[in-house]
């Protein structure tokens, strides 16, 4: 390979490598630190409870690639928050990970599971953005036979703004609160744990 045959490798080498940082786009990679959400400070339900905090829950994230990469990690958040939850709900409260069994027994397991994670992409910087997060609970006896299931649904929304990154930590906080507000109403007001408890 004589010099302007190497010189011309060498540029279009140098043209494609320009090429691909151009559209390869940024990773946006944010985890909003959000306050405990606040309980009414109702009797407890007497009954022992394993809470199972699955790998899965603990690295929980919504990710769009849109040009750029955006993730939101969730799974610190609704897993800190999902024990908050259970130990105001329930007198006697332990914590796995959903493979190391207790170590005492239980007279229910309940198991939270992030079924979805959105947002909308609004076309104008001022309309309403949404972010809505979808959490399963189930609730089961030590047996593993079915208590109470639910899917409880949180959003917060604001404009997307320039700032999108503060914007959607507005959202994430508005939507997690409303999250766990709307799941302490249904487990504390289910009948069926209610009467499962008033059997234990």
């Known amino acids: 390979m004589n010099t302007r045959q190497q010189r011309h490798v060498v540029g279009t080498l140098c043209i494609v490598s320009f090429l691909a940082l151009l559209f390869a786009g940024c990773t946006h990679d944010w985890e909003f630190p959000i306050a405990p959400v606040n309980y009414p400070q109702d009797n407890k339900i007497n009954l ?3 809470l199972r905090l699955s790998k899965e829950l603990r690295n ?4 769009r690639t849109i040009g750029d990469t955006y993730i939101i990690r969730l799974g610190k958040v609704l897993s800190d928050n999902a024990e908050m939850l ?4 329930f007198s006697d409260v332990c914590v796995t990970d959903a493979i190391q069994p207790p170590e005492a027994e239980v007279d229910a397991i309940i198991t939270p599971r992030m079924v979805s ?4 992409r609004p076309m104008l910087i001022f309309q309403q953005q949404r972010t809505t997060i979808m959490i399963e609970w189930t609730v089961k006896d030590a047996n593993g036979n079915l208590i109470w299931a639910d899917t409880i649904t949180g959003e917060g ?3 997307m703004g320039l700032n999108e ?3 959607t930590g507005k959202q994430v906080k508005a939507a997690v ?3 766990f507000q709307n799941s302490f109403q249904a487990i504390s007001q289910s ?3 209610r009467k499962f408890a008033a059997t234990h």
């Open 86 to 89: 259970v130990r105001n709900l």
């Open 157 to 159: 929304k604001s404009p």
């Open 117 to 120: 994670a959105e947002r909308t």
């Open 48 to 50: 022992k409870v394993e």
């Open 60 to 63: 929980a994230k919504w990710e």
């Open 191 to 193: 009948p069926e744990i």
């Open 177 to 179: 609160k409303e999250l």
């Open 165 to 167: 990154k503060k914007n």
